[in-house]
């Protein structure tokens, strides 16, 4: 039998299946196996570890992951790519699953038994933010993530108060994980490049994760107060509480969304949930 080293190259592999890249999909691939197999080095030790990948497309992730010693379940919606990720499946020793969906409607307790896995992915532009919020508020619980994105999308991840970048996906995000950018990809690194560079973030879900309700009162809380970022909290919040809002958390409402930590928002989020559990 041969094995994974044995294969062609990643681009002899598309040529050989007359594969090419479709936008609408988001697909850009990365084709150098030295970048993937980074990536999978900083998933952590793989070694007999159960990983989820979105979007395994010509499989260079999925090769780098199956060298690393995981079991991977591969979530493609592009049937175009299945025969050669079979291909790939002949010599992956029965580590390597593939689940032809969509995975923002994947169920991935079913997936994976509920077990908590690793997912590591080079995700689609298009999906990639609602396929985090899914990962990091919904029911299933992976047990981490490492996700390439968009390098703005990244930044809007892990960034603090006062940056640019700081609003609801950080709230979201920081309330729920810890979060770190942990490489970074150049357009050039990609086939064919996008209009934009790329990174790396790797998310460990906390283990204590806010409750559902305090989490949904978070994500409104900080839509609302980032919707009118240059606003007074007394009047971004205002359909919220507005200042009574703001002083039963004790902020000052005459401050912006960008000048809040995170657990001013928690706090803004808890009052908010006294307000409307008092109503
Ligand atoms: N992992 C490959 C790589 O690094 O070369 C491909 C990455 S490419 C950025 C994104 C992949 O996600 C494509 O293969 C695309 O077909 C797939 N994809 C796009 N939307 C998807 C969705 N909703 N569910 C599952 N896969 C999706």
Wanted: net charge neutral; hydrophobic share 45%.
């Amino acid at each position: 039998m041969s094995a994974l080293a044995d294969l062609p190259p990643l681009r002899q592999s598309l040529e050989a299946h007359g594969l090419m890249a479709d936008k609408g999909l988001g697909q850009h691939f990365l084709l150098d196996l030295n970048i993937t197999r980074k990536i999978a080095r900083l998933a952590g030790p793989l070694e007999g570890v159960r990983v989820i990948e979105v979007g395994p497309g010509p499989g260079g992730l999925t090769r780098a992951l199956l060298e690393a010693g995981a079991h991977v379940i591969a979530i493609e919606k592009d049937a175009r790519f299945l025969p050669l990720l079979n291909d790939l499946r002949d010599v992956a020793d029965d580590r390597l699953q593939i689940e032809l969906a969509d995975a923002l409607k994947a169920d991935e307790a079913t997936l994976t038994g509920g077990a908590p896995v690793a997912i590591v992915s080079n995700l689609p532009y298009n999906v990639g933010t609602a396929l985090l919020i899914k990962w990091l508020t919904g029911p299933y619980r992976p047990a981490s993530m490492t996700l390439m994105f968009q390098k703005e999308v990244a930044q809007r991840i892990v960034a603090r108060p006062g940056d640019d970048a700081y609003g609801r996906l950080a709230i979201i995000a920081q309330a729920t994980s810890q979060a770190k950018i942990v490489m970074e990809a150049p357009a050039r690194a990609f086939t064919p490049p996008p209009k934009v560079d790329s990174a790396v973030v790797r998310l460990d879900p906390l283990d204590q994760r806010p409750p559902e309700a305090l989490i949904a009162a978070l994500e409104r809380v900080s839509q609302a107060a980032f919707g009118q970022r240059r606003k007074m909290l007394r009047s971004s919040l205002k359909v919220l509480g507005g200042a009574a809002l703001c002083d039963a958390a004790g902020i000052d409402p005459a401050r912006r969304a960008e000048t809040l930590s995170l657990e001013e928002f928690m706090g803004l989020a808890e009052a908010l949930r006294r307000a409307e559990g008092a109503n």
